[in-house]
């Protein structure tokens, strides 16, 4: 299964944006997560969802400014974020387990998308 991120960019700190990830068939796995990977340093698990439950993961980094919200219709999961920080910066990817996941540890999810790249600009 193919996943699409989409929605990086370059912003001011401060400032928003939105990412979407495209999974075809999301109700098939049990979470998406959201991961991002700085140059130089390891990845990093930002945001995970249940696809059947109002359960959601936010790392300490991005907790209380990143939101992550799904659309099983749609199939598609979004991470909303705000205040956001040159820290920030990142290529950041979608990916998808099919069993319950430890959502900060990458080997647990099955399905890796083309990361989308966010810039945040001091």
């Known amino acids: 299964v193919q996943l699409q991120a989409s929605g990086g960019g370059l912003v001011q700190a401060g400032g928003s944006l939105k990412l979407s990830c495209t999974l075809p068939?999301?109700?098939?796995?049990?979470?998406i997560a959201w991961f991002r990977q700085a140059p130089g340093k390891e990845r990093e698990g930002v945001s995970c969802?249940?696809?059947?439950?109002?359960?959601?993961y936010y790392s300490n980094s991005v907790k209380g400014r990143f939101t992550i919200s799904r659309d099983t219709v749609k199939n598609m999961v979004y991470l909303q974020m705000n205040s956001l920080k040159p820290d920030d910066t990142a290529v950041y990817c979608c990916?998808?387990?099919?069993?319950?996941?430890?959502?900060?540890?990458?080997?647990?999810?099955?399905?890796w998308g083309q990361g989308t790249l966010v810039t945040v600009s001091s």
């Open positions: 969802i249940r696809t059947s439950a109002d359960s959601t």
């Open positions: 068939g999301i109700t098939l796995y049990d979470s």
């Open positions: 990916a998808a387990a099919i069993y319950p996941p430890n959502p900060s540890n990458w080997r647990d999810f099955d399905s």
